[in-house]
């Protein structure tokens, strides 16, 4: 198994990943199936976001603060009048709101 040295910020090794644990309470497993289940939390936080906007009835989109569009849903497409077949998403990022 691989250690892993935790140096400060002049370089200097202060102890390795697993005393640091150790010292505190925890093994690398709980670690590791903290983080695998902080994971798979974000990835489902993430899926429900891409649901809600993707399924909304009404028009969503991400823009910059100057105005360029970066993503749009299906129902702003629409508003748009956005055709898949005839346009690319660099047509739509043109689009001025101002």
């Known amino acids: 198994m691989k250690k892993i040295l935790i140096i400060d910020d002049n370089g200097q090794g202060l102890d390795t990943l697993g005393n640091l644990l150790r010292k505190h309470g925890y093994s690398a497993t709980e670690v590791v199936d903290d983080v695998r289940e902080a994971n798979d939390a974000l990835r489902q936080s993430e899926k429900r976001y891409r649901d809600l906007f993707e399924n909304a009835p009404v ?32 047509h739509i990022c043109n689009y001025d709101f101002r």
């Not at 360029?68 to 660099?90: F, G, H, W």
Request: glycine share 6%.
């Open 59 to 90: 028009g969503l989109f991400r823009s910059t603060p100057d105005g360029e569009l970066l993503s749009v849903n299906p129902a702003m497409a629409q508003i748009l009048k956005y055709d898949k077949t005839r346009c690319s998403m660099t």
